[in-house]
């Protein structure tokens, strides 16, 4: 194993509560219901598509809606912080030589300003997809870009759609339970593995060869 590629929210920012406030203030300008608390735990159980669905954001609204929400977290990065026990395994796998990228839908400058703010500056490189559901593409052209295969990475991400991205562009994928989807609908894709801690990574990458 050459290439670690992480997603970013919820798998290394705890962007969790400023995402579900952002999601739910602009509800009434785009015409979907919002979120309540109540349903926070039965929505960690659905697919990406299927909470799109369950909120009533058509697939032709999602392209603003996600591009809104990303410039109203550029205000509140500052905030973010790292998922409990995430800097001390992303500074480890980048002392064993392993070259580490993130491929986000946030924005390649809320990223960056995250890692200079927690002295998270270890990353080869940051991309991101203008799509929600666009990651594959990203993570395509990132293995052109950085002349490595497939083969030779390992994709961790928080999301089902983490999952089906990695899918198409034919990379492995640990899953981690503490971000936005819940361990039963990760499991239920068959990634390569499903993690509930941080240090369980680094012994899973190794494994991973």
């Known amino acids: 194993m050459r290439v670690v590629i992480f997603d970013f929210d919820g798998t290394i920012g705890d962007t969790f509560w400023q995402g579900l ?8 300008e785009f015409g979907y219901r919002p979120l309540p608390a109540a349903e926070l735990e039965a929505a960690r159980d659905m697919t ?9 954001i058509s697939s032709r609204k999602l392209p603003a809606v996600a591009s809104r929400g990303v410039r109203r977290l550029r205000a509140q990065i500052g905030e973010v912080q790292p998922i409990a026990g995430v800097p001390e395994v992303l500074r480890e796998l980048h002392a064993r030589g392993l070259r580490l ?21 270890i990353f080869e490189f940051v991309r991101s997809s203008s799509r929600l559901l666009g990651k594959a593409r990203e993570i395509r052209q990132a293995m052109k870009k950085h002349g490595f295969q497939a083969g030779e990475a390992i994709f961790v991400g928080d ?11 034919g990379l492995r994928c640990i899953a981690v339970s503490w971000g936005y989807n ?9 990634p390569h593995g499903v993690i509930d801690r941080a240090e369980e990574l680094p012994p899973m990458i190794a494994a991973e060869g």
């Open 21 to 28: 406030e952002i999601l739910n203030a602009m509800a009434d």
């Open 48 to 56: 990406t598509r299927q909470l799109m669905r369950h909120l009533g």
């Open 101 to 121: 990228g993130i491929v986000t839908s946030n924005s390649e400058e809320n990223v960056g300003l995250f890692l200079r703010n927690h002295d998270l500056e």
């Open 159 to 169: 999301e089902t759609r983490d999952i089906e991205a990695c899918k198409r562009a």
């Open 182 to 190: 819940s361990r039963r609908v990760l499991a239920a894709q068959h």
